[in-house]
């Protein structure tokens, strides 16, 4: 009978962090232990063996080979390799071609696969391989390839030791002079920062509800189709605004500048102290923070959304004919959305000691927000 070691089995050689690591896949198979002879991680060895088998693991094919983490190990492959450095010793360990010993990235790249055949130098031809004597082997004459591959090797010289293993190196740069896998810089390199946005918590926070964030999110980045971005697209469409036809209608203006919207906000956030800005970009300042209690910032934000959403439904809505309601009728579905929501939010938090003592959401919003 046949026993297969398990995974993160404390008995076996085989573990989920020798299967996956970076750092150790990358000693063992290009270090010291890993060449020439059977020795440290035992799957790295059973590897080197059985997939590999003496072929050069950058370029060759391991789609029908290997476990799935193999093959998926082997599709990383490409973003792996522009971070794995070499530092010749002797030489006996390194690829000529494929290692990234000279800090231009692999040879084959640079002077392309024809390479080989061109200089003379074999495909898997180790870096002490390449030259005789403490001198390059490279042909004489004006081949295109020759000399560029000459202009490479300017700052670089044949190997003068035959003892001591070449050592292979993670780095996220040339100047990083630590040499060892990091995680956390590997992702921070290969998915940037995004630049700062402001405005983030006062839409995206996680008692929102999605449609109405939604909405929010296009009105902050000013991407709703209001009737002067129409006209600015040249759209023949008339500019006074649909829901108080004094005034052309814009972000700006919807949000609250119009009589109609103004009336709305008036009833839900007149009575706070001080009393918060009606103008758009001085109510989103507002908003982030708008009072010490948690919970009454949530019942803002909410009630911020709602504003935002049913004013662009009620607008949208008289513009195709089919809605023309009230500043009441719209304020008691507010009410009613926002009612629902928070009482969801009430027994989310029923069950939480740490908040059990703290004032609810819908007592608070009887308190500070409904509108009789």
Known sequence: MIHRPKFNDPKSKITIHTTLGWDTTIEEWFGPKG????????????????????????????????????RRLAKLRSLARPFVFCTVVSGRNSLFWHDNWTGLGPLIDIIGDTGPRTTGIGLLSSF???????????????NQRVELLRS?????????????????????????????????????????????????????FKENIPK???VTWLTVKDRLTTRDRLRRWNLPVP??????????????????????????????????????????????????NPTTNRRLNVICKLVFHALIYNLWKERNGRLHGSS???????????QLQLRRRLAVLDKAKSNNSTTRLQESYLSLWFGNFQVH
């Open 35 to 70: 060449k020439g002879r059977v020795a440290g991680s035992l799957w790295v060895s059973w590897t080197k063996n059985f997939l590999i088998r003496g072929r050069c693991f950058w370029d060759a094919d391991f789609r029908a080979s290997g476990s799935w983490i193999w």
């Open 239 to 288: 500019a006074s605004c649909l829901l108080c036809p004094t005034r052309d209608e814009s972000r700006d203006h919807l949000f609250f500048q119009c009589t109609f919207s103004n009336t709305l906000w008036s009833d839900f956030f007149a009575h706070l102290v001080p009393l918060p800005p009606s103008n758009f970009s001085g109510f989103m300042n507002w908003i982030k």
């Open 324 to 334: 023309n309601r009230s500043e009441n009728q719209i304020q008691r579905e507010i």
């Open 128 to 142: 002490s391989e390449a030259a005789i004597d403490g001198v390059w082997s490279i042909p004489r004459g004006g």
């Open 212 to 214: 109405l964030t939604f």
């Open 152 to 204: 490479c090797l300017q700052s670089h010289s044949p190997p003068t030791s035959d003892f001591g293993d070449d050592l292979f190196s993670w780095k996220i740069s040339l100047d990083d002079s630590q040499g060892t896998f990091s995680s956390r810089k590997t992702w921070r390199h290969l998915q940037p920062l995004e630049p700062y946005v402001p405005w983030h918590s006062q839409v995206w």
